[in-house]
T-cell receptor, first 110, second 115 residues
Framework: KQEVTQIPAALSVPEGENLVLNCSFT??????LQWFRQDPGKGLTSLLL?????REQTSGRLNASLDKSSGRSTLYIAASQPGDSATYLC?????????FGTGTSLTVIP | DAGITQSPRHKVTETGTPVTLRCHQT?????MYWYRQDPGHGLRLIHY???????DKGEVSDGYSVSRSKTEDFLLTLESATSSQTSVYFC??????????????FGSGTRLTVV
């Protein structure tokens, strides 16, 4: 069974810092990988999708990369803002379903 | 998300009663999923559907059943609710089996409390 680990579980940074969130899979045979953001009491909002033929995706201040050989993904957030405060979840597709990590809770301090 | 809605948003029910949660999509996506989210466990797949009347079990399917009679609707039924089924339930959709092209899109969730 696929296990997904996200490190760190929680992170607190001052506004303006660049930061990296990590995600690793026990089974590196991942087809597609998706990063989500979840605000308290809300649903999941898709941030970036890295498809099987890709190694990274960028959207604004966000950049996600996937190393399939190691089963690791990183989400890089540049120039963090208080509005970035949320829980970030990674999910990878193995076979016919996505497996989710438990998330990194990010707090950006003004 | 505008293309996927869940109802109800909140529900409190008594132990032993049946409960049905509804997921409705307007994207005409083939694949639909039910997940539950619990602290320390992340999101876990309950059941999924790969077409009308085509469904399969996920990793935590005991005590749950599903039905899909139309492309746009996917129902999750708790046959006899227990306190361990208190959770937040999310529906998701995808166009392709592996989430390619568009990935997964999630609904806003249903918070279910079993007392």
């Amino acid at each position: 069974k696929q296990e997904v680990t996200q490190i760190p579980a929680a992170l607190s940074v001052p506004e303006g810092e660049n930061l990296v969130l990590n995600c690793s899979f026990t089974d590196s045979a991942i087809y597609n990988l998706q990063w989500f953001r979840q605000d308290p009491g809300k649903g999941l909002t898709s941030l970036l999708l890295i498809q099987s033929s890709q190694r990274e995706q960028t959207s604004g201040r966000l950049n996600a990369s996937l190393d399939k050989s190691s089963g690791r993904s990183t989400l890089y957030i540049a120039a963090s803002q208080p509005g970035d405060s949320a829980t970030y979840l990674c999910a990878g597709n193995t076979g016919n379903q996505f497996y989710f990590g438990t998330g990194t809770s990010l707090t950006v301090i003004p | 998300d505008a293309g996927i809605t869940q109802s109800p948003r909140h529900k409190v029910t008594e132990t032993g009663t049946p409960v049905t949660l509804r997921c409705h999509q307007t994207e005409n996506h083939r694949y639909m999923y039910w997940y539950r989210q619990d602290p320390g466990h992340g999101l876990r797949l309950i059941h999924y559907s790969y077409g009308v009347k085509d469904t399969d079990k996920g990793e935590v399917s005991d005590g749950y059943s599903v039905s899909r009679s139309k492309t746009e609707d996917f129902l999750l039924t708790l046959e006899s609710a227990t306190s361990s089924q208190t959770s937040v339930y999310f529906c998701a959709i995808s166009a392709l089996w592996d989430g390619a092209n568009y990935g997964y899109t999630f609904g806003s969730g249903t918070r279910l409390t079993v007392v």
